[in-house]
């Protein structure tokens, strides 16, 4: 039984992962600046005056929210698709940057600026799709089900 194995490109994908893994922390980093300007004491997740540091918590809070699913979803498309895989979670990282900055200023409909970190979501799953079929022999043999459309 063989191993599991990566094209060489994979590389792009590990450094897509620390990359996103620093946006994160770019992120925390605001959030612990904003803690101590508005001062909002940890273990305090949100002010109950504060409104725009509320908005930098959650800035934050909903990257990490989708942290999980976005790391799965780049990684298996990663093993296919390693440079298309890698350069959608860069524009990934850019479109948090951008969702938070836009939140930041207190009008949470600004965060809409970074909304298409839902159309990179969407390439990843294309591309999981992609890999799914061609391990599976879609388009070998069907749809993978040992018969063939005519």
Same mark, same amino acid.
């Given at each position: &039984?063989? @191993?599991?194995?990566?094209?060489?490109?994979?590389?792009?994908?590990?450094?897509?992962?620390? !990359?996103?893994? @620093?946006?994160? &922390?770019?992120?925390?980093?605001?959030?612990?600046?904003?803690?101590?300007?508005?001062?909002?004491?940890?273990?305090i997740m949100?002010?109950?005056?504060?409104?725009?540091?509320?908005?930098?918590?959650?800035?934050?809070?909903? /990257?990490?929210?989708?942290?999980p699913s976005?790391?799965?979803?780049?990684?298996?498309?990663? &093993?296919?698709?390693?440079?298309? /895989?890698?350069?959608?979670?860069?524009?990934?990282? &850019?479109?948090?940057?951008?969702?938070?900055?836009?939140?930041?200023?207190?009008?949470?409909?600004?965060?809409?600026? !970074? /909304?298409?970190?839902?159309?990179?979501?969407? /390439?990843?799953?294309?591309?999981?799709?992609?890999?799914?079929?061609?391990?599976? @022999?879609? @388009?070998?043999?069907?749809?993978?089900?040992?018969?063939?459309?005519?």
């Amino acid at each position: &039984m063989g @191993g599991v194995s990566v094209p060489r490109e994979f590389g792009y994908v590990i450094l897509t992962v620390l !990359g996103s893994w @620093g946006t994160l &922390m770019y992120l925390a980093v605001n959030v612990s600046k904003a803690r101590k300007k508005y001062n909002v004491q940890p273990p305090i997740m949100y002010s109950d005056t504060e409104h725009v540091y509320n908005c930098i918590q959650r800035a934050h809070q909903n /990257a990490l929210e989708c942290y999980p699913s976005f790391l799965v979803l780049l990684l298996l498309a990663g &093993m296919k698709y390693p440079r298309g /895989a890698s350069a959608a979670g860069v524009v990934w990282c &850019m479109g948090r940057i951008h969702y938070a900055h836009g939140y930041y200023t207190g009008d949470p409909d600004k965060r809409r600026k !970074g /909304a298409y970190i839902h159309l990179v979501e969407l /390439a990843l799953i294309g591309m999981c799709l992609g890999h799914a079929g061609s391990l599976l @022999g879609w @388009g070998r043999r069907g749809w993978g089900w040992g018969w063939r459309w005519h």
